[in-house]
């Protein structure tokens, strides 16, 4: 082994496919009898797995499996006399300016990136960074309050993250923690989850929930009480949540008192979106693993100029060491985050790598003409729309259109909705289990095996397909009911656009196909 191999133990040791598994949590480990992660993602690419899922995750792709391998022996090979820790915080620095650039962020724009595993760990680091800036900061200051949308439409995770308590048994820079348990020495935090849907499934309407939210924010502010909110654009199930108006007017109106984070770790915003919140002076969380399909376990969260100079100031509790990293922070010269110096030196390769990959998918993305992306997806969107209501096995629970009037007021693609949720009915208006909606969801992903008798198509018995895990919605006749999602992705959109209308109408009829076989399987229950 040569000596530069010697400082890179891990990559030099391990396949691609062993480091981008590492460096996150339990969510990452394969079962070993299906090779595939709690989400039904693999580690390779699978081209013949006809993935309209990412609401969930993805498999790795062929392109970003590339730009990670290629990354891994650039590492290896080349010829530096920096120590791993230089490399690796070069390497994010470099990940990070293109990441401004393709999210349309100038070069001169003071924005902050702070790396992390996940969406999760993001919002674990988020809520610390704000939490253990209340001014006082003495016992008899009250508790920083979260206000954050219900967690069957954002994470299972992240409301014990932003309680201040461990989500997994593994933290992502190693190290075996207790789920659920209180992190040492986390600042106290007060949350309250706001529900988005009735108690049947449909959605809550958007005044109810901005009313909501007010109370606790008006509740919070007599109470000298400062307030994180956390806005969700877009949820698992498509949602917008509290209205862009209201988040709008809270901002204005008292910007010292109520800080907002925007998260978006779906990724389902175009850049005229993203910057207008941050203009706005909200912070936003953005992952790779969704709408982009990069491998599970990538995440960034975006800090705006307005609140650099009071976050910078804050250290985390030492626990937090166990998510974060120094490089995985900005450097700036004119600013030092305090959070920064007090982590440890450690390495994520896997991060970084998962991070290439998802990079390799936005570039990708962002070459396709916007007129492009919204024939396709206005083509798609009307297609499941009419395709769920027009079948007696389907109940479309989805947003026909997405606004984020005033914050963002352009025309883009991201108002066209690419989540599309979905009941799995026994007859119309009459809902399957959640256990039998979990049974079809597995169902999906493997080949029918052949029976005498059988009258599905044979090539949709061999249709292996992937649509988002199902999320509950509701409560009907007497049981807890889930909805599968239809997704469309940054790499679905690619493949529709690279051949014009011949290319759009595979992938839309590819997507009906998994509609049929899901048809034929619930009938078959």
Known sequence: MTPIMERFEQLATQSTEQVLLSGGDARLILDPKTGVNKYGCGS???PGLVAFGSSTGSTISTRGYAAAAALHQQLLHEDNTLSESELYRHELERIRLELNQLCGLSVHTDVASVFAASGTDLHLICAQLVAGNLPGNHPNTPPLHIIMMEASETGSGVAPAVRCQHFSDNAALG??????????GAHPIQVSSIGLRLPNG????????????????????AAHQRVLLIMIDVSKTGLIA???AYVASLRQQYPEQIDVLIDACQFRIANTTLNAYLRLGCMVALTGSKFLTGPVFSGVLLIPPNLIPRLSRQRLPPALAGYSAQAEWPM???TRWQAARHLSEAINWGLLLRLEAALAEL?????????DIVQFLTQFSNTMQAAINGSPHFELMAESKLSRAPISTESSWDQIPTIFPFLLLH??????????TQLIYKQLQFPIPHRPGDTIAPHLAALR????????CGHQYGQDVSALRMCASSRVIIEACENGTTSIDVVIRRALSVFEKAAYLIQNL
């Open 44 to 46: 390779r690419p699978d």
């Open 175 to 184: 190290g075996k923690v207790t789920a659920f348990g209180t992190i040492d």
């Open 202 to 221: 449909a959605k809550r309407p958007i005044a109810d929930i901005d009313v909501e939210v007010d109370k606790l924010v008006q509740i919070s502010l």
């Open 242 to 244: 509290p209205s862009p």
């Open 332 to 334: 700036h010269k004119h």
């Open 363 to 371: 570039r990708a993305f962002r070459a396709i003409p916007e007129a």
């Open 427 to 436: 007859r119309p208006g009459v809902p399957i289990t959640r256990e039998q």
């Open 465 to 472: 397909c992937q649509l988002g895990q199902p999320v509950l």
